[in-house]
């Protein structure tokens, strides 16, 4: 998990509240993931991006947003929390160059409890 | 038809045993193939990448990708008790810029002492 961030660690919410979760990395990648990984589903792609203020929607988008001020940060916002957004949330980065591809590198993830 | 199809397992081995574990795909355009590792409570840790057919091997461990039968496998050799966790297959497309990584559902692995 070297260079990849998540915060907060653990968190418990409510239900309707707003919840931001963050990723940072040192790593200078252009691309950054989040993703959702739940019993029976796998990982899910929700957003990513492929630069600043660059993000684009994954497969399970709905009730959440992004952003994406700077290289090192990429937030994730649940707008208003539901119990269905109780999951493990994980963020990565992509060192891409031309014409390869070196996987993805993953965070330690967030594990995020909607009461 | 699910795009990565990956046996959820449990597998339980004992230490030194061969441990082979496999997924199929169905989208023929794929390009690279990754094999991640994850333990419990942690994130995957890309553990094997490969984008041709053939074998590649590093260390105890080898990918085997046959594209013509869209099926990729992991072996691992005289596995280890620190070998237990949750292994999953992720196959990525990229085009015209855009890419998509999906990933198999896992196999959680046991190797006993």
């Known amino acids: 998990d070297a260079g990849i961030t998540q915060s907060p660690r653990h968190k418990v919410t409510e239900t309707g509240t707003p919840v931001t979760l963050r990723c940072h990395q040192t790593e200078n990648h252009r691309y950054m993931y989040w993703y959702r990984q739940d019993p029976g589903h796998g990982l899910r792609l929700i957003h990513y991006?492929?630069?600043?203020?660059?993000?684009d929607k994954g497969e399970v988008s709905d009730g959440y947003s992004v952003s994406r001020s700077k290289t090192e940060d990429f937030l994730l916002t649940l707008e208003s929390a539901t119990s269905s957004q109780t999951s493990v949330y994980f963020c990565a980065t992509n060192k891409r160059g031309p014409e390869l591809n070196y996987g993805y590198t993953f965070g330690s993830g967030t594990r995020l409890t909607v009461v | 038809q699910k795009e990565v199809e990956q046996d959820p397992g449990p597998l339980s081995v004992p230490e030194g045993a061969i441990v082979s574990l496999n997924c199929t795909y169905s989208?023929?355009?794929?390009?690279?193939f990754m094999w991640y590792r994850q333990y419990s409570r942690k994130g995957p840790e890309l553990l094997m990448y490969?984008?041709?057919?053939g074998n590649k091997e590093d260390g105890r461990f080898t990918a085997q990708v046959d594209k013509s039968s869209k099926y990729i496998s992991l072996f691992i050799r005289d596995s280890q008790p620190s070998d237990s966790a949750t292994y999953l297959c992720a196959i990525l497309l990229t085009q015209g810029g855009s890419e998509k990584l999906v990933f198999g559902k896992g196999t959680k692995l046991t190797v006993n002492p």
């Open positions: 991006s492929y630069g600043v203020k660059d993000t």
């Open positions: 490969t984008y041709s057919s």
């Open positions: 989208n023929s355009a794929f390009q690279y």
